[in-house]
């Protein structure tokens, strides 16, 4: 099978994931309960890979990750737990419906957004986000890529204009960590999401967010921490207060293994593997005349995906028939963005993406394209 559905999770894992997760799953116990070895071993397990973490997005204080089961979750979580009656959030055209509909939820609650418009190719402009500030502006949320158009977006220059605004900064990391460099101090980062199954290449069922250190964020879920067992009442103590429940020890330790295989890489070398094989694939698609290629054509705008969509075929009928053809696995559909498709002028028939990871090489993606082109009609 040849993969390119690594925007919805990466494939195949690097073989110390694989190997970390069944090392914890067969050693088992659970962190923060009690003085046996085996809790102990897993407390151990959480606190490498929050280091790693920590090392890799800039973080000072380990304390501040939290491990959740997705990005989904930790979006929630920013979200449900920073704002209030009354406030008001600044999102952009291409967001996530893991945004969106938290935020059409809150509506509620009193809760107000306004959709910041990108270009067709999924550019933001800051002086627009600047112009659609409200007096009661208390959140800027913004995805660090679009997961449909792959435009990356300015997130220094958003994280400065929330602070020249007093206004807190979210990142939505889901296509970026573990590619593109984030550094939460320098971008001034106040609440950063992100998933570990993805550009991470952990394993499914786990993500996290970092929350600045004198933030007040209210729990999404209360419950046993292992700590301050007594009260009745949730601990306020960073992470365990927000961890409520067992962690999922084997995921958290094999995304830590997969963090530092990507400490001892570099993101430099990651990310210029990743702009020599989207170099490669752009190239071999806009020789196909059947395609319309989606987002910038710079390769330094966007990360590893591009969406396309075809003059005489459905995304669908062409992802079906590399699957069923070609053994090769991509993406269809709207993505769980139809602002972003909306934005793309796609909203009505989507597109077919394709996602690559650091794993691939040129090989793969020459026969991906020898697919396509026998699917379209083109010419090698």
Not at 268 to 295: A, W
Not at 335 to 363: F, K, V, W
Request: charged share 20%; proline share 5%; with cysteine.
């Amino acid at each position: 099978m040849l993969y390119f559905d690594n925007a919805a999770t990466s494939w195949p894992k690097p073989e110390v994931v694989y190997e970390t997760h069944d090392r914890v799953l067969r050693q088992g116990g659970s962190a923060g309960r009690g003085v046996n070895q085996s809790s102990l071993r897993a407390g151990r397990e959480l606190l490498h890979t929050r280091k790693a973490l920590s090392r890799l997005f800039g973080i000072a204080n380990t304390e501040r990750i939290v491990f959740t089961q997705n990005i989904t979750e930790s979006l929630n979580v920013g979200l449900h737990g920073l704002l209030q009656t009354g406030d008001h959030v600044l999102i952009s055209s291409l967001e996530h419906n893991a945004v969106v509909r938290p935020l059409e939820y809150l509506k509620k609650s009193g809760i107000s957004y306004t959709i910041v418009p990108c270009s067709r190719e999924g550019f933001l402009d800051p002086a627009i986000v600047e112009s659609n500030f409200q007096p009661n502006t208390r959140l800027l949320c913004f995805a660090h890529a679009s997961n449909v158009l792959g435009t990356i977006l300015p997130i220094k220059q958003l994280g400065q204009i929330a602070k020249a605004h007093h206004c807190l900064f979210m990142v939505d990391a889901a296509q970026t960590a573990g590619v593109i460099p984030i550094d939460v101090e320098d971008q001034h980062i106040d609440f950063l999401a992100f998933t570990g199954h993805k550009s991470l290449s952990g394993p499914q069922g786990v993500g996290g967010y970092y929350a600045r250190p004198d933030l007040v964020l209210n729990p999404l879920i209360y419950g046993g921490t292992g700590l301050h067992s007594l009260t009745l009442e949730q601990p306020d103590i960073w992470p365990e207060g927000m961890e409520s429940g067992t962690r999922n020890i084997p995921g958290i330790a094999a995304l830590g293994a997969a963090v530092e295989l990507i400490l001892h890489e570099g993101l430099p070398k990651i990310r210029s593997h990743e702009l020599q094989l989207m170099s490669i694939l752009l190239e071999g698609l806009e020789h196909i005349p059947e395609i319309q290629i989606l987002g910038p054509r710079d390769i330094n705008a966007r990360v590893g995906l591009v969406s396309c969509v075809f003059r005489n075929h459905t995304p669908d009928s062409v992802a079906l028939e590399l699957d069923r053809r070609f053994d090769i696995v991509t993406r269809s559909g709207l993505h769980c963005a139809p602002l972003a498709h909306q934005t793309a002028g796609t909203i009505d028939r989507g597109a077919l993406r394709i996602s690559i990871n650091y794993s691939q090489t040129e090989s793969d993606i020459a026969a991906l394209l020898a697919a396509l082109n026998t699917i379209l009609g083109g010419s090698m």
